[in-house]
């Protein structure tokens, strides 16, 4: 039985989280190809919430340590398995990094967004749904959102039925949602709330386009949304210049 981790900010307890299961690996007590434990099994062990597992999840997936397979479950990568493209922690560290990764991100998920509304089935959108329901409930409770974020287009990703988008966007990981990196988790401001309940609009409609079946109107919600989120970090390079 390992110790609970003590209580701290849901950053930091994911991070504590990741070394965890990354000594784990390093010590040979989880092995290239063994199955990592359920969600509710790691939040018993740690006594931790579901957000900082899924979160702990996403960054050693970004790591190359571990790969879920959908509908399987999370497993362990032996050397040389990892992802040959992965983007670091460290290319995250400045406004500059952040809008270079949102330019790929609209080459990648506008096109997603298109072919999930194309071939969508009713159980990726009853998954799209739980997803943006969690955003909504996080924002509207003043908490830190961007797991649930990134889940939400994890699922977009895994709606196109090519599971190489679904993969790629599993890599790169939580860490692309770009208040991730900037906007370190704290209370809420009631400008902030104002704002991501802006974005949560766009995430509507990026979702009634999918649920419509309109494939065009899905790319230009999805170019949008993200559009608008360069955009917002453009101006604040400019003013920081």
Request: aromatic fraction near 4%; avoid cysteine; glycine fraction near 6%.
């Amino acid at each position: 039985m390992h110790a609970p981790i003590p209580r701290r900010r849901p950053r930091t307890l994911a991070l504590e989280l990741v070394e965890r299961f990354s000594d784990r690996i390093r010590a040979g007590e989880l092995q290239a190809g063994d199955k990592l434990p359920t969600e509710a099994a790691i939040m018993e062990e740690f006594e931790v919430s579901r957000t900082v597992v899924r979160e702990a999840i996403s960054k050693l997936q970004a790591a190359g340590l571990v790969e879920t397979r959908h509908g399987i479950g999370t497993f362990v990568l032996g050397p040389g398995d990892g992802p040959s493209f992965k983007i670091t922690p460290e290319q995250f560290s400045t406004l500059q990094d952040v809008i270079a990764v949102l330019e790929l991100r609209i080459g990648l998920e506008t096109e997603a967004a298109g072919l999930a509304a194309l071939r969508r089935t009713d159980a990726n959108l009853a998954s799209l749904r739980r997803a943006l329901d969690a955003v909504i409930a996080a924002v509207e409770a003043g908490q830190d959102s961007v797991a649930a974020d990134f889940q939400f287009h994890l699922e977009i990703a895994r709606a196109t039925q090519n599971t190489h988008f679904a993969e790629l966007m599993a890599t790169l990981g939580a860490q692309i949602i770009p208040r991730a990196r900037l906007e370190p988790a704290a209370e809420m401001s009631a400008e902030r709330q104002a704002y991501m309940r802006r974005v949560n609009q766009e995430h509507e409609n990026i979702l009634d386009a999918i649920a419509g079946q309109d494939a065009e109107s899905a790319r230009a919600a999805m170019r949008t949304h993200l559009s608008n989120s360069r955009e917002r970090r453009r101006r604040a390079q400019t003013a920081l210049a």
